[in-house]
């Protein structure tokens, strides 16, 4: 089993952060209905003002091969593609469990 963590940070003010962050999450949580190597997904969307990273991401695969059967998933593309022009960084780790 493979743990897909990711952050993001993103541009723009606290409230159209929110509302991008807010969409993001709706659109991933729909995805283990539609991506079969999709055990499951948690998307927290951080609540503490001190801190500068707004949404994080654990997917769970059961292969390292399925990391990137999910990544290039279209509906996972088009979940990922709201946050064009919004993304200002991201950070990943991958690792089996």
Request: aromatic share 6%; net charge negative.
């Amino acid at each position: 089993m493979v743990k897909h963590i990711v952050t993001f940070k993103l541009t723009g003010t606290a409230d159209e952060r929110r509302q991008v962050a807010e969409q993001f999450k709706e659109a991933l949580l729909k995805l283990p209905q539609t991506i079969d190597v999709l055990e499951s997904i948690e998307v927290g969307i951080n609540e503490n003002p001190a801190e500068s990273w707004d949404v994080v991401l654990t997917a769970i695969v059961p292969t390292m091969a399925d990391v990137e059967v999910y990544a290039k998933h279209p509906a996972h593309v088009a979940a990922a593609g709201l946050l064009a022009g919004h993304k200002e960084m991201r950070a990943c780790v991958d690792y089996n469990c």
